[in-house]
């Protein structure tokens, strides 16, 4: 057993772990951080993304030891209290998410992607969650919220007619035939 020390959304723990230890099965087994999924078994599917000192990483292709001493936030620690963060707001608003199994993984990609582009265009969502697979394909909604999200973080108020200052059309209409089961609140 190798012993490491790490802060995960926000708490610091050591524990021991074996070297083999996934971060991903330390997370889930050892603190309980279940929020954070497995879909694969093959590093593909990116259910299990977390930031691992601010950047996306699959935990699924991370060792516990490789953690030890860095700052670690799953999708239970991007919330502020009772506040969502704006990508969990948006994913909610704009029915980003069908079965939700992929959503822990595509908010942490989509927050990553933010990061370093405020303001991107739906090739690059796109683009910046290539990574992450929606087994409902529910993309379209997906694209949806992260630009929504996006204008939110922007400050961006013309976001709610459907467009911003740059031209960029902006996803005022959630595509209910992408999310057939939802019924939009009126
Ligand atoms: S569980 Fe990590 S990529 Fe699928
Ligand atoms: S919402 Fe079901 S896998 Fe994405």
């Given at each position: 057993m190798t012993p490491i020390t790490v802060r995960v959304d926000g708490a610091a723990y050591t524990d021991d772990v074996e070297p083999r230890t996934l971060l991903v099965h330390y997370l889930r087994e050892?603190?309980?951080?279940?929020?954070?999924?497995?879909?694969?078994?093959?590093?593909?599917?990116?259910?299990?993304t977390v930031h691992l000192d601010g950047e996306a990483v699959?935990?699924?292709?991370?060792?516990?030891?490789?953690?030890?001493?860095c700052e670690v936030t799953t999708?239970?620690?991007?919330?502020?209290g009772a506040v969502l963060h704006p990508v969990q707001k948006a994913f909610h608003e704009m029915h980003?998410?069908?079965?939700?199994?992929?959503t822990p993984g595509m908010i942490m990609a989509s927050i990553d992607l933010l990061k370093d582009n405020p303001d991107p265009s739906e090739d690059e969502v796109r683009e910046g969650i290539e990574g992450n697979l929606c087994r409902c394909t529910g993309y379209q909604n997906i694209v949806r919220a992260v630009q929504h999200a996006a204008a939110e973080m922007r400050g961006d108020t013309s976001a709610s007619n459907g467009h911003s200052g740059n031209g960029h059309v902006r996803?005022?209409?959630?595509d209910t035939a992408a999310a057939p089961h939802v019924a939009v609140q009126a």
């Open positions: 050892q603190l309980g951080k279940v929020g954070t999924v497995v879909g694969c078994d093959t590093s593909n599917c990116g259910a299990c699959k935990s699924c292709t991370v060792l516990a030891v490789q953690a030890d001493g999708i239970e620690g991007v919330a502020r980003g998410l069908q079965c939700g199994y992929c996803p005022a209409v959630v």
